[in-house]
């Protein structure tokens, strides 16, 4: 089945600066990748999502790249803010409508100082 | 984006009894939803898989009778902890399967089992 590792676990950022945080999987039929932020106490966010049919996607200051032939994809923040703090999640499925079971990683906690 | 609703947020009962949680798409209706545990500090389990108007799939070595999901809606879908124990004290989250392909989650629910 398909696995799905995340690095790295823990990453604190000075505010300004850009945080990247890198997921591979294993199954190269997947072809949804959602990212997910949870702030703590509550259910996780979907921030962005990309498909396999396209190489990046852009929403204002966040953004995820995908590679297919290296199996990778991974989540770019820039000009960072303290409610940019969180665990980030990365995630991955196949099938056409998107409903299929996800496989999440390990999670990643975002730290931006003031 | 799409609201899901999880109710309760807390729960806190005696080992021995029956939970109830609630999971509800607010404004758009979901043949498809799922239900996960999350332990403290790590990643979402995948429990079961809920589809409308038929029995839930559940993972590998999720108990059934244990973990009762009854789907009865576009709307709602519920899992129901039986004779819970302390060691089913977790943090149980749904999603929601949109048409869009997207999955949006719950706000979760936090069960401390005495």
């Known amino acids: 089945g398909e696995n799905v590792e995340q690095h790295p676990s823990t990453l604190s950022v000075q505010e300004g600066d850009s945080a990247v945080i890198k997921c591979t999987y294993s199954d190269s039929a997947s072809n949804y990748f959602p990212w997910y932020k949870q702030e703590l106490g509550k259910g996780p966010q979907l921030i962005i999502d990309i498909r396999s049919n396209v190489g990046e996607k852009k929403d204002q200051r966040i953004a995820v790249t995908l590679n297919k032939t290296a199996k990778h994809f991974s989540l770019h923040i820039t000009e960072t803010q303290p409610e940019d703090s969180a665990v980030y999640f990365c995630a991955a499925s196949k099938g056409n409508t998107g409903f299929q079971k996800l496989v999440f990683g390990t999670g990643t906690r975002l730290l931006v100082s003031p | 984006g799409a609201v899901v609703s999880q109710h309760p947020s807390r729960v806190i009962c005696k080992s021995g009894t029956s939970v109830k949680i609630e999971c509800r798409s607010l404004d758009f209706q979901a043949t498809t939803m799922f239900w996960y545990r999350q332990f403290p500090k790590k990643s979402l389990m995948l429990m079961a898989t809920?589809?409308?108007?038929?029995?839930?799939?559940?993972e590998q070595g999720v108990e059934k009778d244990k973990f009762l999901i009854n789907h009865a809606s576009l709307t709602l879908s519920t899992l129901t902890v039986t004779s819970a124990h302390p060691e089913d004290s977790s943090f149980y989250i749904c999603s929601a399967g949109k048409d869009t392909g997207e999955l949006f989650f719950g706000e979760g629910s936090r069960l401390t089992v005495l």
């Open positions: 809920s589809n409308e108007g038929s029995k839930a799939t559940y």
